[in-house]
Each structure stands twice: as C-alpha cells, then as structure tokens.
C-alpha cells in the first residue's frame, strides 16, 4: 500500500506550495473520512487550514441525518470547523426533469462552492478515487462517450482538487486500518439495482479483476495517456480558433479554417466557439457538433441554420460559420424582377434599368442566367473594388468607411449565382462593373421610422 499518499502530496503541494485553507467534502463514508484525516495531520503540518463540509441529500430519512450527526461529531472531537447543508433533491429532480444522482449532485456541489466561498476556501477537495475514476470510464463506455469520456475524473477543475484519484478503495481501507479511522457506511451503496454506478461497482469491477487484479491501476494509466492527447487536441483547437471575429452574442469562423483542421479537431473547435460565446459546452453533444459540420452539405449554395441548445442558433452562410444567441432575422432571399422585397432596414427591386439609387451590374454575357439574391454581409468576404490593386475584405473596407459592425450586419450583400457581386455602401466588384448600361440594376430604398422612403 501506498500509505504515503505521494501523489496526494505532490498534487496538493504543486497547487499551494505554502498550504493554504481548503474544503473537504464528508459524507462520513470511507474515502472522504481518510481525506478528512489526511488533510488533518499530513495537511496540518504542510500549512493547510481544514474545513469540513457535509451535504445532507434529505432522501434516506433517518440514516441521513444519522450521517450528517457522524460527521458533526467527529469534527467537533477534533476541533475542525464544520459546515452543513440540505437540499430537497426530490424536488429538484421533478422541476427540472433530472435523475435524482444528477439533481443531488447539483445541490451538492452549489453548497460546496458557497461555503468555499463563505470559509474564504480556496480549493475543494473530494476523495473521489481510482476505482471511481474506472467506474467513470466503464458508465460512459456502456452509455456512449468520445474520447473526453474515457479520460475518467479530472484531478482538478473549476477549483475542485481530488488528490486520492491514483489510490484504490482497497489501498484506502488499509490507510484507515492503519490509522483508525472510521467512518459509516451508507446502506444503498450496497444495492446494485440502486444505481448503475453500484452495479458496476458490486458486479462489473470484481468480474474484471478476477481477470486482472491490477485493472483498475491499468485502467487509470490508459485514462492519463488519454488525458495527454485529449490536451493536445483541444491546444490544437484554441490555437485554429484563436482569431475568430467574436462581438457580444455572435462568433464567426470561416469554413475554409474549419475544413483546413483534421477530422479529430474539428467538433473541438465548435466546442472552442460554444465556450467564445459564453454558454459553455454543457449539452451540446456528438449529435449536435454532427449535424453542424455537416451544414455546409446541405446548402446548395445557399444558407442553411440550425438551433441548438441554450439558445443558439448556427448559421452557415457562403463559406462562414456563424454561431449567435441573438435572433438573427436577416437570412438570403432571391430577387425576382420588378417584385420589391423588404429585406431588414431596406427595399430592394430588381430592375433591368437605372431608377433611383442602387447597385449596377454589368449585362449577362449570352446563355448565362444569373440567380441575383441579397444576403447577410459576411465579414471575411472580399471585394475587388474599381481602382483597387486587389480584394480587400468586408471587414476591413468597414472599417476604412467607418461603419459599425452592426450596421454592416445589416448591409445588402448582393449574390450572383453564389458569388459576392455587390454590398450596398461599399460598392461593386470589379468582376460585376457595368461597362455603360447595366444589364441588372438593384434598386435600394432604406426605411426611415416614419415609414416613408429615405434613399
């Protein structure tokens, strides 16, 4: 047995070289009462103040209230500060349409962070350890996982340290033999038809070690390796993202960015544009990333969208991908002749001459049929404009003309057969420039708030 906890040690000390004041969540069963020990002696002499903290999930009556009083007590005999909370999990789970383990271990973890926060603790420790790390990886094996998956529990995140996920169950009973420490045991964990998580535990792990008693040690080792090339992959991600074009509410990458990514990169730096535009990765699945990337295979040229979950809504759009929160009402339409269309802030009507003010596109050479459409301005589109010594793009003659990103959102672009023609205030591409007549004239009539016609 490991009875020095060296991994333990080295995480801990890595994190607060001085020590520091830290949480620790006690239920009273075994592994938390050894962290709970753990941080008390080997903690106390290395600078860690402790608090413990114990959840009361209210589902097992009596017992549950017989586990928070364990816990009380014992940190009382042992002068450690001690914090209580309760939540109707139940309840929760009926509200929101949860499994009572996810519902419980939502309440569980908000009472850890505010009393983290109430305590001035700078870090929450959980005794999660190796065979819970191997449950992890066998319970989403069986329910379907990627690579993140099988990586088992992370030794930290979002401020939660778990310094036991290299020792086994087996290795911390030995170290509370040792020590004396007890604890008590909740009865349902001995139940396999209570969760699939006990199944896999009383049932699938004692199987797999009947094959190879080291399982769970090989299984973790596997889960770092995995851990080492999953970092990888999502440095590679951030770097291929790091420069998309991010305003409140709205990311933009290009789909040229996305394709130049090999196949494993890609549902990453979808995952990389969730997390620019704030709401997170929670949720958004294989089925989701999926059905994005494979948005750009359905357009026939054109725009296709998709909405997702916390709102969002992708957009593909001529070679760009837009991922926004906001309602985005402004989507590609075709211009029929002599038909106005009321597009965002404007009227547009195709002509086949000069009237008014507009765009004007050079005469259809013979047997060619344009389709002319009004769409989004796309930042990374680029125009060639008359005197220019090349294409510059969308953004950057924005900018030159001082126009801001939400009135160039809102600008008619202007689409022949698929290609970028025009954008009303900037101008027409050289390859679309009337040499006399027009053979096309897009005639466009902004609104003002009175409802009359400014031109």
């Not at 413990?52 to 007590?73: I, K, T």
């Not at 790390?133 to 094996?141: I, K």
């Not at 769409?375 to 793009?393: A, Q, T």
């Amino acid at each position: 047995m490991r009875s020095d906890l060296t991994a333990a040690k080295a995480l801990l000390q890595a994190e607060f070289p001085g020590g520091g004041r830290v949480l620790c969540a006690v239920s009273g069963g075994l592994d938390s009462m050894c962290l709970l020990h753990f941080m008390t002696t080997w903690g106390a002499e290395n600078g860690f103040s402790v608090t413990a903290a114990h959840f009361n999930h209210q589902l097992r009556g009596e017992d549950a209230d017989r586990d928070e009083s364990f816990v009380r007590d014992w940190c009382a005999a042992h002068g450690i500060p001690f914090a209580a909370g309760r939540g109707n999990v139940r309840s929760l789970a009926e509200r929101e349409g949860l499994s009572a383990e996810e519902a419980a271990r939502r309440l569980r973890y908000a009472f850890l962070r505010e009393t983290a926060k109430e305590t001035d603790c700078a870090a929450i420790l959980t005794a999660h350890h190796a065979d819970d790390s191997a449950e992890t990886m066998l319970l989403n094996l069986a329910r379907g996982t990627g690579l993140k998956g099988l990586c088992g529990i992370p030794a930290k995140r979002d401020g939660i340290l778990r310094p036991f996920l290299s020792v086994t169950r087996a290795e911390l009973a030995a170290y509370a033999a040792v020590h004396g420490v007890p604890h008590i045991e909740d009865e349902t964990n001995a139940d396999p038809d209570a969760a699939a998580r006990n199944l896999l535990r009383l049932q699938v792990l004692p199987l797999l070690k009947e094959i190879n008693p080291r399982v769970v040690e090989h299984m973790n080792a596997t889960a770092e390796q995995l851990n080492v090339l999953d970092r990888s992959l999502e440095e590679d991600a951030r770097r291929r993202t790091a420069h998309v074009e991010r305003r409140e509410g709205r990311v933009t990458l290009s789909w040229e960015t996305l394709g130049e990514a090999p196949w494993s990169v890609r549902p990453r730096m979808l995952l990389q544009l969730f997390d620019l535009l704030g709401v997170g990765r929670k949720d958004i699945g294989a089925v989701h990333l999926d059905a994005i990337l494979a948005m750009a295979r359905h357009t026939g040229g054109g725009e296709s969208r998709l909405s997702l979950p916390h709102g969002v809504t992708a957009r593909y759009s001529r070679g760009w991908l837009v991922l926004e929160t906001r309602p985005q009402t402004l989507t590609e339409a075709v211009l029929l002749p002599g038909q106005p269309l009321r597009w965002g802030d404007y009227t547009l009507t195709l002509l086949d001459r000069r009237i008014g003010d507009g765009l004007a596109l050079r005469p259809r050479k013979e047997k060619e049929s344009w389709r002319i459409a009004v769409g989004p301005c796309m930042p990374g589109e680029r125009l060639m404009l008359p005197g220019s010594n090349g294409g510059r793009s969308i953004k950057r003659l924005c900018i030159d003309r001082h126009i801001s990103l939400e009135e160039r959102d809102r600008l008619p672009a202007i689409y022949a057969d698929g290609r970028l023609a025009a954008v009303w205030k900037l101008g027409v591409n050289q390859t679309f420039l009337p040499e006399g007549e027009p053979g096309r004239f897009i005639q466009i009539i902004k609104e003002t708030e009175e409802n009359n016609y400014e031109k």
